[in-house]
Structure formats: structure tokens, C-alpha cells
């Protein structure tokens, strides 16, 4: 079974700082993944995603992220941080069966961003 | 756009109450999910349902049972609530079918629940 693994539950950054939130997986096929963002009193909203292709993905708010299949690794990265980035990333992998496919997620990171 | 209700934000019920969690979604997914996050445990799989009164058990059924009588609703039943239970509830959804987002789930504002 697929697994996700997030390193860091707490990440503390200044504005205007490098964001890196970590996620590392397990998977026997070549994955689906997610990164999901999820604001207080929210619901998970999605960042981005890797499918096929392009193994640097694009989302919103100006994060991205890379797959790195020889480390097993789709980490989540910004530039520049801004206050209102603070919130609890989810990294995700997709996992199918024979009934149909769910998202395995991550314990989650939350992250701080400091003035 | 594509749009999950869940029917209240807040509940407040007392132990040994029967209470009725409920999901409906507008996108015509097949796909339903109850999830109940705690902190430092991320979000753990209660149910599932890939169709019309099907359902599948996650990593946590015990003390929670679910109902899809139709294709957009999936409600999620605490028989007899208890403390235990505080947490909050979201609720996703998803498609199978080709070019769908590659699966991706879409959630609802989630329901913070209260048992005392």
C-alpha cells in the first residue's frame, strides 16, 4: 500500500523567506500526487498536482513543486513567503484498487510565517 | 464551480445521541469520502462509497456507519456519539472517470463537532 510522509509537523518561516514543506511517499506504481492547503475553519482546497509530464508542477499562490522519483520525493516550495500563506499543507497520494481510488494523505505541516 | 456542502459548520451533541453528518456535492462524482481530522494525526479515512449504496470501510469505521442512497448525498451516522468523537468532519468527493483531474478530491468546509 501507498504511503506519504511528511517531515516536520510545524515549519516557521519569515516574510519574504524560502518555503520548503517536505513530503516523501511510497508507491509501487508511478504515483498521482497532490499538495491540498487547508485555511482555519476550512475545508482542503488544492494546490497542485503531479500526473504525468512536466515533473516541476505549477500551482496557485505561486507554490510549485517537484517529483523526484529517484528520491521518492514531491516537495512543496515558494519563493517567498507571505503572511497569508500561513495555513496546514496535506501531501497526497492517489492509490486505486479494485473497487476504485482514494488519496492517501500525509499527518500534515503546518506552517507559520512571521513578520 | 464545482461545490461540497456539508449541513452544519458546528454541532454540539450530547454522549449517546444518534447524530447524522451530511454531504452532498453538485459535480455528478461517483466518489464519496468521510474523513475526520484531529491534530498531529492529519486526516484519517472513516468511509468511503464508489457508488449508489456501496460503501467501504477506511482505517477508522468503528462507532460510525454511513448511508448513499443517492448518487449526490453521503451521510455519515455516529449511533450513539461519544467523547471520543469530538473532531472535525470533512467530507470529499471524485471522479473515476478519464481526464477527470486524475482523481483528485474536492471538500466540503468540513463540520467541527462537539460531544460532552
Known amino acids: 500500500a501507498q504511503s506519504v510522509t511528511q517531515l516536520g509537523s510545524h515549519v516557521s518561516v519569515s516574510e519574504g523567506a524560502l518555503v520548503l514543506l517536505r513530503c516523501n511517499y511510497s508507491?509501487?506504481?508511478?504515483?498521482?500526487l497532490f499538495w491540498y492547503v487547508q485555511y482555519p475553519n476550512q475545508g482542503l482546497q488544492l494546490l497542485l498536482k503531479y500526473t504525468t509530464g512536466a515533473t516541476l508542477v505549477k500551482g496557485i499562490n505561486g507554490f510549485e513543486a517537484e517529483f523526484k522519483k529517484s528520491e521518492t520525493s514531491f516537495h512543496l516550495t515558494k519563493p517567498s513567503a507571505h503572511m497569508s500563506d500561513a495555513a496546514e499543507y496535506f501531501c497526497?497520494?492517489?492509490?486505486?484498487?479494485?473497487?476504485?481510488?482514494?488519496?492517501?494523505f500525509g499527518k500534515g505541516t503546518t506552517l507559520s510565517v512571521s513578520s | 464551480d464545482v461545490k461540497v456542502t456539508q449541513s452544519s459548520r458546528y454541532l454540539v451533541k450530547r454522549t449517546g445521541e444518534k447524530v447524522f453528518l451530511e454531504c452532498v456535492q453538485d459535480?455528478?462524482?461517483?466518489?464519496m469520502f468521510w474523513y475526520r481530522q484531529d491534530p498531529g494525526l492529519g486526516l484519517r479515512l472513516i468511509y468511503f462509497?464508489?457508488?449508489?449504496?456501496?460503501?467501504e470501510k477506511g482505517d477508522i469505521p468503528e462507532g460510525y456507519s454511513v448511508s448513499r442512497e443517492k448518487k449526490e448525498r453521503f451521510s455519515l451516522i455516529l449511533e450513539s456519539a461519544s467523547t471520543n468523537q469530538t473532531s472535525m468532519y470533512l467530507c470529499?468527493?471524485?471522479?473515476?472517470?478519464?481526464?477527470?483531474?486524475?482523481?483528485?478530491?474536492?471538500f466540503g468546509p468540513g463540520t467541527r463537532l462537539t460531544v460532552l
Open positions: 470529499a468527493s471524485s471522479t473515476e472517470l478519464a481526464l477527470s483531474w486524475y482523481n483528485e478530491q474536492f
Open positions: 462509497s464508489y457508488d449508489v449504496k456501496m460503501k
Open positions: 459535480m455528478d462524482h461517483e466518489n
Open positions: 497526497a497520494v492517489s492509490e486505486t484498487n479494485q473497487a476504485g481510488t482514494a488519496l492517501i
Open positions: 508507491s509501487s506504481v508511478p504515483p498521482y
